[in-house]
């Protein structure tokens, strides 16, 4: 009972807000909104047993994902009538990707509907075994069966974050660094002095 | 207590239900009263540290100070800039102290007695506390106004620096325990360091972990001295500053129920929970929650007393320890860490 009533929630929560996504005018409510679709996706995992998954989904795609998908998004300049402006010319492509999408949708329903595809080996090696946690099942699946495409997925990364940082990184030459530890070091007696001046005679620094 | 609602003629489900609503009641309510007292002693500590005598006119010895000032936000009147986005604006503060107030669930206060018992609790608090920033960005936005854009800005790149090396720092909490539940990761501690303490703080490989998560605390919660998105100096009141009323009474409770579940994650990760600090069988005379509401005192204390010594740090030294020093540091531990437990086989 209880959790028919979450899972009607939860869906019905995923598809409006996803729908209130596309249909909203402000670039920051659409963002806003596609948050509270994923936040509800990782209530549809737990629903299905798969708490792992949900509670990364909300750490990785809520947590960091959406934050700075939400930054970026805050400070364009929105211009609305360019927004509107653009809708005509964009359409026919939109078009497009939607029945290109639509098509998949009907494709994958169909192809389940004349039987589901085997997942993983036949002797259920891969299905969750009994008794253990989900993250245990998923760290045996990752660090056993999967780990060198684990590892290449990692080096993938790697290789994409470094990039990103050669990419930015750019020496200019004119700008002067501050040494936090010789700052540290810097002691009163190096950065003060006390100075008796004669009256109307002034310092020299 | 499922159990006592299903004598009383209920199906399981509804049984469950209804324990479970009384269950966040009876741990939501104790968490108001105690963020309105610890407000109190929060000023009644900075107070005797700038030797002032702090909030002493309502009630006895003050006492009764969070509480007035809580029935005078409720009596203002509620002002929604015209400029505002409004719905936003108005939403901001009750996700905030949503948020605050969710990730009490899965605190243990005692042997087993935790809201929601569930396999991914450590996980499930870092999701929560993840969306925390939610609050203050939306609020910054909706405002319409400089500075509290300029706060949420802060906001969000700080609590994702800090969130990485907190990531970091309960892996290795994590690999020592075993486990995500945070009472097992409780009962993991029981005499952990020679038989005798309670506790991963106790051990000299985890006891620079737990030193860093209580600063990654102070940053993720933006105390003093990370408390740049409020940085009165700078930006009037951060984020807060077109509030009134109620909203920003949220806010204030919802800030403070955050900063009391940094110092219970302390507590629970590092210093072992309801466990006595030391094995010992008389000190388990005492029960588990006055050890848990105890350890929760004394990081509250800690959290105080940096706000009230230590100057607040520039934009740029913020980031540089998080993600120059902290990150690196955390790293490091989660090798050297792992590394111990293979070496000892720990897993085996």
Same mark, same amino acid.
């Given at each position: 009972?209880?959790?028919?009533?979450?899972?009607?929630?939860?869906?019905?929560?995923?598809?409006?807000?996803?729908?209130?996504?596309?249909?909203?005018?402000?670039?920051?409510?659409?963002?806003?909104?596609?948050?509270?679709?994923?936040?509800?996706?990782?209530?549809?995992?737990?629903?299905?047993?798969?708490?792992?998954?949900?509670?990364?989904?909300?750490?990785?795609?809520?947590?960091?994902?959406?934050?700075?998908?939400?930054?970026?998004?805050?400070?364009?300049?929105?211009?609305?009538?360019?927004?509107?402006?653009?809708?005509?010319?964009?359409?026919?492509?939109?078009?497009?990707?939607?029945?290109?999408?639509?098509?998949?949708?009907?494709?994958?329903?169909?192809?389940?509907?004349?039987?589901?595809?085997?997942?993983?080996?036949?002797?259920?090696?891969?299905?969750?075994?009994?008794?253990?946690?989900?993250?245990?099942?998923?760290?045996?699946?990752?660090?056993?069966?999967?780990?060198?495409?684990?590892?290449?997925?990692?080096?993938?990364?790697?290789?994409?974050?470094?990039?990103?940082?050669?990419?930015?990184?750019?020496?200019?030459?004119?700008?002067?660094?501050?040494?936090?530890?010789?700052?540290?070091?810097?002691?009163?007696?190096?950065?003060?002095?006390?100075?008796?001046?004669?009256?109307?005679?002034?310092?020299?620094? | 207590?499922?159990?006592?609602?299903?004598?009383?003629?209920?199906?399981?489900?509804?049984?469950?239900?209804?324990?479970?609503?009384?269950?966040?009641?009876?741990?939501?309510?104790?968490?108001?009263?105690?963020?309105?007292?610890?407000?109190?002693?929060?000023?009644?500590?900075?107070?005797?540290?700038?030797?002032?005598?702090?909030?002493?006119?309502?009630?006895?010895?003050?006492?009764?100070?969070?509480?007035?000032?809580?029935?005078?936000?409720?009596?203002?009147?509620?002002?929604?800039?015209?400029?505002?986005?409004?719905?936003?604006?108005?939403?901001?503060?009750?996700?905030?102290?949503?948020?605050?107030?969710?990730?009490?669930?899965?605190?243990?206060?005692?042997?087993?007695?935790?809201?929601?018992?569930?396999?991914?609790?450590?996980?499930?608090?870092? %999701?929560?506390?993840? $969306? &925390?920033? @939610?609050?203050?960005?939306?609020?910054?936005? /909706?405002? =319409?106004?400089?500075?509290?854009?300029?706060?949420?800005?802060?906001?969000?790149?700080?609590?994702?620096?800090?969130?990485?090396?907190?990531?970091?720092?309960?892996?290795?909490?994590?690999?020592?325990?075993?486990?995500?539940?945070?009472?097992?990761?409780?009962?993991?501690?029981?005499?952990?360091?020679?038989?005798?303490?309670?506790?991963?703080?106790?051990?000299?490989?985890?006891?620079?972990?737990?030193?860093?998560?209580?600063?990654?605390?102070?940053?993720?919660?933006?105390?003093?001295?990370?408390?740049?998105?409020?940085?009165?100096?700078?930006?009037?009141?951060?984020?807060?500053?077109?509030?009134?009323?109620?909203?920003? %009474?949220?806010?204030? $409770? &919802?800030? @403070?129920?955050?900063?009391?579940?940094?110092? /219970?994650? =302390?507590?629970?990760?590092?210093?072992?929970?309801?466990?006595?600090?030391?094995?010992?069988?008389?000190?388990?005379?005492?029960?588990?929650?006055?050890?848990?509401?105890?350890?929760?005192?004394?990081?509250?204390?800690?959290?105080?007393?940096?706000?009230?010594?230590?100057?607040?740090?520039?934009?740029?030294?913020?980031?540089?320890?998080?993600?120059?020093?902290?990150?690196?540091?955390?790293?490091?531990?989660?090798?050297?860490?792992?590394?111990?437990?293979?070496?000892?086989?720990?897993?085996?």
């Amino acid at each position: 009972m209880i959790h028919v009533i979450a899972f009607y929630l939860f869906a019905v929560m995923t598809i409006a807000s996803g729908a209130i996504t596309i249909l909203s005018r402000n670039p920051v409510h659409s963002v806003l909104w596609l948050i509270l679709a994923f936040f509800n996706a990782a209530g549809l995992m737990i629903l299905v047993g798969a708490e792992f998954i949900a509670m990364l989904l909300v750490i990785v795609y809520v947590g960091a994902v959406a934050v700075l998908f939400l930054f970026v998004v805050m400070m364009l300049n929105i211009d609305f009538a360019e927004l509107r402006a653009g809708f005509v010319k964009n359409f026919p492509f939109g078009m497009l990707v939607a029945v290109v999408l639509l098509a998949e949708m009907v494709l994958g329903i169909g192809a389940y509907k004349a039987g589901a595809l085997q997942l993983g080996t036949p002797d259920g090696m891969a299905a969750q075994p009994a008794g253990t946690s989900n993250i245990e099942a998923i760290g045996a699946l990752l660090y056993g069966r999967y780990l060198f495409l684990f590892e290449a997925a990692g080096v993938i990364l790697l290789v994409a974050m470094i990039g990103a940082i050669v990419l930015t990184h750019r020496q200019r030459g004119d700008t002067r660094g501050q040494k936090i530890s010789k700052q540290i070091a810097r002691r009163p007696e190096e950065a003060t002095v006390n100075v008796k001046p004669e009256v109307g005679k002034g310092v020299s620094l | 207590m499922t159990a006592f609602f299903q004598t009383l003629g209920m199906t399981y489900e509804w049984a469950w239900f209804v324990s479970t609503i009384c269950g966040i009641l009876l741990i939501a309510l104790p968490l108001m009263v105690s963020v309105a007292m610890i407000i109190y002693a929060d000023r009644k500590i900075w107070a005797a540290m700038a030797l002032r005598r702090g909030p002493n006119v309502v009630g006895p010895w003050g006492l009764l100070q969070s509480f007035a000032d809580g029935l005078k936000v409720f009596l203002q009147e509620t002002i929604v800039p015209s400029a505002a986005n409004k719905g936003i604006f108005l939403i901001a503060p009750v996700v905030t102290f949503t948020i605050a107030l969710m990730a009490w669930a899965v605190i243990p206060f005692n042997s087993g007695a935790i809201l929601a018992d569930i396999n991914v609790g450590l996980l499930y608090v870092l %999701a929560i506390s993840s $969306l &925390g920033v @939610y609050g203050t960005i939306m609020a910054g936005w /909706a405002s =319409n106004s400089k500075y509290p854009f300029f706060s949420a800005m802060r906001a969000s790149a700080q609590m994702i620096s800090y969130e990485v090396s907190i990531g970091f720092i309960l892996i290795c909490v994590v690999l020592w325990a075993g486990t995500f539940n945070l009472n097992d990761i409780v009962k993991a501690q029981d005499g952990h360091v020679l038989g005798l303490f309670n506790g991963f703080g106790f051990n000299p490989l985890l006891f620079p972990m737990a030193v860093m998560f209580l600063i990654s605390g102070m940053a993720e919660t933006q105390r003093a001295p990370f408390d740049l998105t409020e940085a009165e100096s700078e930006l009037v009141a951060g984020y807060q500053t077109e509030y009134s009323s109620m909203a920003f %009474a949220a806010y204030w $409770l &919802g800030e @403070y129920a955050n900063v009391l579940l940094m110092c /219970a994650l =302390n507590a629970t990760l590092f210093w072992g929970g309801w466990l006595p600090p030391l094995d010992i069988p008389v000190l388990y005379l005492v029960p588990g929650i006055v050890w848990f509401l105890l350890k929760v005192l004394f990081f509250f204390f800690v959290f105080s007393w940096v706000k009230a010594t230590v100057p607040r740090y520039r934009y740029d030294q913020l980031m540089r320890l998080g993600w120059k020093v902290f990150l690196p540091t955390s790293l490091l531990f989660v090798v050297l860490v792992s590394g111990y437990l293979m070496a000892t086989g720990h897993f085996a």
